[in-house]
């Protein structure tokens, strides 16, 4: 199943800079992990934000949610998805 999910990212200055240096690392590390096997095949940042469009590859809902709920930055996100359908245009 596919998912488009709009992911805009707000870390609390309260977070010392070298915790919030960590987090972004570790939150790289997985996302590219994600992208290698193929779950997440599109990543793209909105210009101007901390945010980012993706398309998500997935078996379910569940599935889904779990991915997200593992990324590092999930605790300081607020996150849309939007379920895909095929376009009965598509060539594709």
Do not use: C
Not at 21 to 28: G, L
Not at 35 to 48: D, E, F, I
């Amino acid at each position: 199943m596919l998912y488009l999910v709009h992911m805009v990212v707000n870390i609390p200055a309260s977070v010392p800079a070298d915790e919030a240096a960590r987090i972004k690392a570790a939150e790289k590390s997985y996302s590219q992990q994600l992208q290698a096997s193929g779950q997440w095949p599109h990543l793209w940042r909105v210009v101007g934000e901390y945010a980012n469009y993706s398309v998500f590859d997935v078996v379910s809902n569940d599935a889904l949610h779990e991915t997200l709920s593992q990324l590092p930055l999930f605790p300081y996100m607020r996150i849309t998805v939007t379920p895909l359908a095929q376009h009965p245009s598509s060539i594709r």
